[in-house]
DNA sequence: GTTAGTGCAAACCTTTTGCAGCTCT
DNA sequence: AGAGCTGCAAAAGGTTTGCACTAAC
């Protein structure tokens, strides 16, 4: 049976991501300890730049490059989950905790919300791979881009408004590049 | 039933990127004749800069930022797919064409190497978030890293090795950045 | 007291943009 | 002829690096 929504146990045994820094060699300072507790708190997939002006909101001596190193640790250390979300809003990486479920992303190219996909099908597809190939899966990111529900309806009205002449509404405010 | 291996029908019914192209408003100029047989042919993934080099090898005078409109082009159009595997040798994305069927990609971490997997559990996948979300999928991304069967072996004896105090060998070399 | 981590500045890689001139159709 | 495309130079976005100083253990 299919199951949809996100299950409660984190799938590493992890309580946080700020304990798993504990590790042999490594300090956990203030910046770490503010940039992890964002991370974990975040709903939102944040990329180095959002991450870094809310970490400066609280401690503003932070600098950016400290932001860029933390993340490459977490990554090394599987914290972490990179995310391209599709390019949609430009080339950078978002970051989510692996403290979650594994799950899809679906991003909308018109309106640009990432909706989660929990379920069946995703860890069929990783033990389909692990069997048949025998290949030892550390990270596996599934990203698909199109339009929601929502926007359906959107565009198809905007078809038709540009069919009756009327110029096409401008695209929502993106990340210029 | 399950089924591995690339079938021989193209997904979109076009017979190669170079015709698709064709379009009111659009030019088949040489440089892009060139860059499109290139993609078409090759069986590799190829990133911007290898793209250029090659076209380069047939028209010394082709420009970079060609290469990159020309991409672009073909990425507006669902002519090719973007895919980053894994970032494993840098941030640039590489470029495939759409002839092929879905397909994920599983990138070594340790070697480089990159095989693809065709299956039903990737239809499966896309069929529940279509009907699931009623998304409208218009293009589809798996890509997972890990270690392929032969690199696990030789990771098993590479850390025997540690373990008897040999310095681990050098990982293989890589873009630098 | 050591060693890991930080901030700063500067570099780096990849990709995009502005513009004058060229070339497909 | 004219819109579309190219090459060149220069910029931009995102990320990394070198180094002296600071702080966690």
Chains 1, 2 share one sequence.
Do not use: W
Request: glycine share 6%; hydrophobic share 30%; with cysteine.
């Amino acid at each position: 049976m299919t199951c949809y929504g996100l299950k409660e146990q984190p799938p590493m045994g992890a309580r946080s991501t700020q304990e798993s820094l504990k590790k042999p060699g490594l300090r956990l300072t203030r910046q770490r300890r503010i940039l992890l507790e964002l991370i974990d708190r975040s709903g939102h997939h944040l990329d180095a730049e959002h991450l870094y002006r809310l970490a400066k909101e609280r401690d503003p001596g932070i600098n950016r490059v400290t932001v860029y190193r933390t993340l490459k640790l977490l990554k090394q250390g599987q914290l972490v989950d990179e995310l391209d979300l599709m390019h949609y809003d430009g080339d950078q990486h978002y970051y989510e905790t692996r403290l979650k479920q594994e799950h899809a992303h679906m991003v909308c190219l018109r309106c640009g919300k990432v909706e989660e996909f929990f379920g069946d099908p995703l860890r069929k597809l990783r033990r389909e791979i692990e069997t048949h190939f025998g290949f030892q899966i550390l990270v596996a990111r599934t990203e698909v881009g199109g339009y929601c529900a929502h926007c359906q309806v959107l565009r198809v009205r905007e078809m038709q408004e540009a069919a009756a002449q009327a110029p096409p509404p401008a695209p929502p405010a993106r990340r210029r590049r």
